[in-house]
């Protein structure tokens, strides 16, 4: 019995002994846990700097998309300026034209003024015969003149047709240098995408900052050159000013001819005579002329009809050039608009665009890093799982055991009490008589045979003898 329960008693201190090694294997257990759960922290912290870094990166790209966007904006800048300078020159080109047209009205006035001389010096030669003499000779010079006028006047015709055939190819012109500059444009455009591809070095960087450096210098030079654009169509405005001005003192001018005719007869007779001192070459010639006065007296009736109805005419002409010069003002007018119109939809699509490249950005940055929050999440979700299953795992392997050792001790104790039982029967049928009962061991199992405690083994083997 003592033996018995000295071997009961190893057992417990087995058992005491195999709790304390399941505890110190259940630390080690945790111990390796935490060193994978830290190995993970250390992977998971390896991608974030991976990803910090990735967000570097970006954030230099966005930056040097900023620089970009800066120089395209300096190059449109630069663009519009020469748009300007091109429409600068169509203007200085259309002053020429006006100063020439201009030039050729004068020398119209002034043939007009002639024509008005003559016909007073013809008015002062119907006074006496001796004028009447020579009126014939210019009468027909007038004529000529009128002749000239005519042509001059046919002339200025075809030009104004040939004028407006210009204007409308010029019109022509211009739309297709706006649809050129927006393939230009287009070309550009794909150019500057590619080159946000190509776009990966800050040395690359720093030589477009350079670039823009110098598109803000040309940028400068842009404004300089505005400011001459005002001062062109300033003057311009003063110019239109001045014509208007010529046109009144036209005006005063012809009504102080009619009111000079009027009141200054003599002045008009002391005329008369220095233009017949210009004429004397041809007074011999009148000489001759003289049977055709009476005739001459009907054609004069007859010129002065035509005479007023010149004047007529010529009120006409000018009334007619006024309205053309007013409908190519409004013209020119119409095209300034429609340029401002077009340069703010340009401004307002160039906006819109750069508006989509930072939306399409900011949606690219936001699809990564939802993509990084989904991952994140897998990872937890997957770090969750591998604790849960190490969990179990462990459950398992400590269920295993108890059952283990559960079977053991079931074992222990039915041949404990079989033995007990075949203790008390032999006593019982000899009737007395003490027999040493001493027990015996199993050889001992064989390595590996099984999981069992050694504590187990210790009394599991033991088999009692009588003696």
């Given at each position: 019995?003592?033996?018995?329960?000295?071997?009961?008693?190893?057992?417990?201190?087995?058992?005491?002994?195999?709790?304390?090694?399941?505890?110190?294997?259940?630390?080690?257990?945790?111990?390796?846990?935490?060193?994978?759960?830290?190995?993970?922290?250390?992977?998971?912290?390896?991608?974030?700097?991976?990803?910090?870094?990735?967000?570097?990166?970006?954030?230099?790209?966005?930056d040097?998309?900023?620089?970009?966007?800066?120089?395209?904006?300096?190059?449109?800048?630069?663009?519009?300026?020469?748009?300007?300078n091109?429409?600068?020159?169509?203007?200085e080109?259309?002053?020429?034209?006006?100063?020439?047209?201009?030039?050729?009205?004068?020398?119209?006035k002034?043939?007009?003024?002639?024509?008005?001389?003559?016909?007073?010096?013809?008015?002062?030669?119907?006074?006496?015969?001796?004028?009447?003499?020579?009126?014939?000779?210019?009468?027909?010079?007038?004529?000529?003149?009128?002749?000239?006028?005519?042509?001059?006047?046919?002339?200025?015709?075809?030009?104004?047709?040939?004028?407006?055939?210009?204007?409308?190819?010029?019109?022509t012109?211009?739309?297709?240098?706006?649809?050129?500059?927006?393939?230009?444009?287009?070309?550009?455009?794909?150019?500057?995408?590619?080159?946000?591809?190509?776009?990966?070095?800050?040395?690359?960087?720093?030589?477009?900052?350079?670039?823009?450096?110098?598109?803000?210098?040309?940028?400068?030079?842009?404004?300089?050159?505005?400011?001459?654009?005002?001062?062109?169509?300033?003057?311009?405005?003063?110019?239109?000013?001045?014509?208007?001005?010529?046109?009144?003192?036209?005006?005063?001018?012809?009504?102080?001819?009619e009111?000079?005719?009027?009141?200054?007869?003599?002045?008009?007779?002391?005329?008369?005579?220095?233009?017949?001192?210009?004429?004397?070459?041809?007074?011999?010639?009148?000489?001759?002329?003289?049977?055709?006065?009476?005739?001459?007296?009907?054609?004069?009736?007859?010129?002065?009809?035509?005479?007023?109805?010149?004047?007529?005419?010529?009120?006409?002409?000018?009334?007619?050039?006024?309205?053309?010069?007013?409908?190519?003002?409004?013209?020119?007018?119409?095209?300034?608009?429609?340029?401002?119109?077009?340069?703010?939809?340009?401004?307002?699509?160039?906006?819109?665009?750069?508006?989509?490249?930072?939306?399409?950005?900011?949606?690219?940055?936001?699809?990564?890093?939802?993509?990084?929050?989904?991952?994140?999440?897998?990872?937890?979700?997957?770090?969750?799982?591998?604790?849960?299953?190490?969990?179990?795992?462990?459950?398992?392997?400590?269920?295993?055991?108890?059952?283990?050792?559960?079977?053991?001790?079931?074992?222990?104790?039915?041949?404990?009490?079989?033995?007990?039982?075949?203790?008390?029967?032999?006593?019982?049928?000899?009737?007395g008589?003490?027999?040493e009962?001493?027990?015996?061991?199993?050889?001992?199992?064989?390595?590996?045979?099984?999981?069992?405690?050694?504590?187990f083994?210790?009394?599991?083997?033991?088999?009692?003898?009588w003696?």
């Amino acid at each position: 019995m003592e033996d018995a329960n000295v071997e009961l008693k190893q057992t417990e201190d087995a058992n005491v002994e195999l709790k304390h090694t399941d505890e110190a294997n259940v630390e080690l257990k945790e111990t390796e846990d935490a060193n994978v759960e830290l190995k993970q922290t250390e992977d998971a912290n390896v991608e974030l700097k991976q990803t910090e870094d990735a967000n570097i990166e970006l954030k230099q790209t966005e930056d040097a998309n900023v620089e970009l966007k800066q120089m395209e904006e300096a190059n449109v800048e630069l663009k519009q300026t020469e748009d300007a300078n091109v429409e600068l020159k169509q203007t200085e080109d259309a002053n020429k034209e006006l100063k020439q047209t201009e030039d050729a009205n004068v020398e119209l006035k002034q043939m007009e003024d002639a024509n008005v001389e003559l016909k007073q010096t013809e008015d002062a030669n119907v006074e006496t015969l001796k004028q009447t003499e020579f009126v014939y000779v210019e009468l027909k010079q007038t004529e000529d003149a009128n002749v000239e006028l005519k042509q001059t006047e046919d002339a200025n015709v075809e030009l104004k047709h040939t004028e407006e055939a210009n204007v409308e190819l010029k019109q022509t012109e211009d739309a297709n240098v706006e649809l050129k500059q927006m393939e230009d444009a287009n070309v550009e455009l794909k150019q500057t995408e590619d080159a946000n591809v190509e776009l990966k070095h800050t040395d690359e960087a720093n030589v477009e900052l350079k670039e823009t450096e110098d598109a803000n210098v040309e940028l400068k030079q842009t404004e300089d050159a505005n400011v001459e654009l005002k001062q062109t169509e300033d003057a311009n405005i003063e110019l239109k000013q001045t014509e208007d001005a010529n046109v009144e003192l036209k005006q005063m001018e012809e009504a102080n001819v009619e009111l000079k005719q009027t009141e200054d007869a003599n002045v008009e007779l002391k005329q008369t005579e220095d233009a017949n001192k210009e004429l004397k070459q041809t007074e011999d010639a009148n000489v001759e002329l003289k049977q055709m006065e009476d005739a001459n007296v009907e054609l004069k009736q007859t010129e002065d009809a035509n005479v007023e109805l010149k004047q007529t005419e010529d009120a006409n002409v000018e009334l007619k050039q006024t309205e053309d010069a007013n409908v190519e003002l409004k013209q020119m007018e119409d095209a300034n608009v429609e340029l401002k119109h077009t340069d703010e939809a340009n401004v307002e699509l160039k906006q819109t665009e750069d508006a989509n490249v930072e939306l399409k950005q900011t949606e690219d940055a936001n699809v990564e890093l939802k993509q990084t929050e989904d991952a994140n999440v897998e990872l937890k979700q997957t770090e969750d799982a591998n604790v849960e299953l190490k969990q179990t795992e462990d459950a398992n392997v400590e269920l295993k055991h108890t059952d283990e050792a559960n079977v053991e001790l079931n074992k222990w104790r039915r041949l404990m009490s079989s033995n007990w039982e075949g203790l008390r029967a032999p006593e019982e049928e000899k009737g007395g008589g003490e027999k040493e009962l001493k027990p015996q061991r199993r050889p001992a199992a064989r390595r590996g045979a099984a999981k069992t405690p050694d504590a187990f083994q210790s009394t599991a083997g033991i088999q009692w003898h009588w003696h």
